[in-house]
């Protein structure tokens, strides 16, 4: 079970705006910031969202980051069939002293 | 373009040891902290191991530790993963990943532990 707690699953129609929940404590997000990693099936993660809110050179604006407290959210606006894919957060745990990712939730464009 | 490029692993008995090995070019490979993630069969993503710039910082995931060793050789741009007393639920990809919020990624190596 992960420390981190995702939805298994979110949709939307093209066009909608969909966000992603991403659920810690105070030893990881609390404390520490949060990245986003898109993946697709067979294929390596993609780095989305690093420091909580800042996308890296390429990725699309989109794709926009927060925190607040021990939780964190992805949003995905003008959704795009090609959004569909599974999509993961991972904090830094003071506790662990170790990185947690999330159990990952699955988007699907209907 | 930052490349990292896996390489190693394949199939293993229960018990027995391999070695990943990651390759990096495009990168000041001595800047970047490097980790190594891994993958199960239909399962997430779980963060294995990490080491900082000079070798002088490891971190492992609690499960792993005393059966994994992480270290990095500057001078080749390389990073390896040594696996010991493998086990069958450590079959999984195993990913390398570059910066400290794993900003690149490999393309993912297979490991399979099976009699």
């Known amino acids: 079970q992960s420390v981190l707690t995702q939805p298994p699953s979110a949709s939307g129609t093209p066009g909608q705006r969909v966000t992603i929940s991403c659920s810690g404590g105070?030893?990881?997000?609390?404390?520490?910031?949060v990245f986003w990693y898109q993946q697709f099936p067979g294929t390596a993660p993609r780095l989305l969202i690093f420091?909580?809110?800042q996308r890296p050179s390429g990725v699309h604006d989109r794709f926009s980051g927060s925190k607040s407290g021990t939780s964190a959210s992805l949003a995905i606006s003008g959704l795009r069939s090609e959004d569909e894919a599974h999509y993961y957060c991972?904090?830094?745990?003071?506790?662990?002293?170790?990185?947690?990712f999330g159990g990952g939730t699955t988007l699907t464009v209907l | 373009e930052v490349q990292l490029v896996e390489s190693g692993g394949g199939l293993a008995q229960p018990g027995g040891s391999l070695r990943l090995s990651c390759a990096a070019s495009?990168?000041?490979?001595?800047?970047?902290?490097m980790s190594w993630v891994r993958q199960a069969p239909g399962k997430g993503l779980e963060w294995v191991a990490n080491?900082?710039?000079?070798?002088?910082?490891?971190y492992y995931v609690d499960s792993l530790k005393g059966r994994f060793t992480i270290s990095r050789d500057n001078a080749k741009n390389l990073v390896y993963l040594q696996m010991n007393s493998l086990r069958v639920e450590d079959t999984a990809v195993y990913y390398c990943?570059?910066?400290?919020?794993?900003?690149?990624w490999g393309q993912g190596r297979l490991v399979t532990v099976s009699s």
């Open positions: 990943s570059g910066g400290l919020g794993f900003d690149f």
């Open positions: 080491i900082n710039q000079n070798g002088s910082e490891r």
């Open positions: 991972a904090a830094w745990d003071d506790i662990l002293s170790g990185w947690t």
């Open positions: 105070t030893s990881n997000i609390g404390t520490n910031y």
């Open positions: 420091d909580n809110h």
């Open positions: 495009g990168l000041t490979f001595s800047n970047y902290w």
